[in-house]
């Protein structure tokens, strides 16, 4: 048995050509449009970064949702233990890695708040609700501003809870 092929009429598109084409999408929102910007349209959908491109948006909403969700819980541990710390500030590192720096309410090093971080840090990392963001804990003991640059560069900090009056 023969199979019959049946052509089907092929346009050729030119980016030099300087026509103009129709473009009728299945949304029926007509364009007009130089040949030239049609092949290179078609040129885009073909590339490799186009077929990441969906992946790379969704992964960049969730590291945006994940990061603001992470200052949350970091807000909301700084109140937990407030009678710990005087401060807590927040640093990103690259866009995912944030450096969350609390500063203790004495001067003397606090083992149970090193332990308190530790906690933090472990259900941070374990958490899938975290999966996209790293985080890096650091306390500090209580000084001035100026004592804590040895530390920490605050130009580059964020505050996300401040205890000082309480202290």
Request: charged share 25%.
């Amino acid at each position: 048995m023969l199979d019959i092929v049946t052509e089907k009429q092929v346009h050729r598109l030119r980016h030099d050509s300087g026509d103009s084409v129709l473009v009728h999408p299945p949304d029926d929102d007509i364009h007009v449009m130089p040949a030239k910007e049609a092949v290179e349209a078609i040129q885009r959908s073909f590339s490799p970064i186009s077929k990441i491109m969906p992946f790379i948006e969704s992964g960049m909403q969730t590291m945006g949702e994940q990061s603001a969700a992470l200052v949350e819980r970091l807000q909301d541990w700084s109140k937990e233990h407030s009678n710990f710390i005087s401060r807590a500030d927040i640093r990103v590192l690259a866009y995912n890695d944030f450096l969350f720096v609390v500063m203790q309410k004495d001067v003397p090093y606090d083992f149970d708040l090193s332990d308190k971080l530790t906690n933090l840090d472990i259900e941070i990392a374990n958490n899938s609700d975290f999966g996209w963001v790293t985080l890096n804990v650091l306390a500090i003991p209580r000084c001035s501003s100026e004592a804590a640059q040895a530390f920490v560069d605050w130009k580059h900090t964020y505050c996300i809870a401040n205890f000082t009056e309480n202290a």
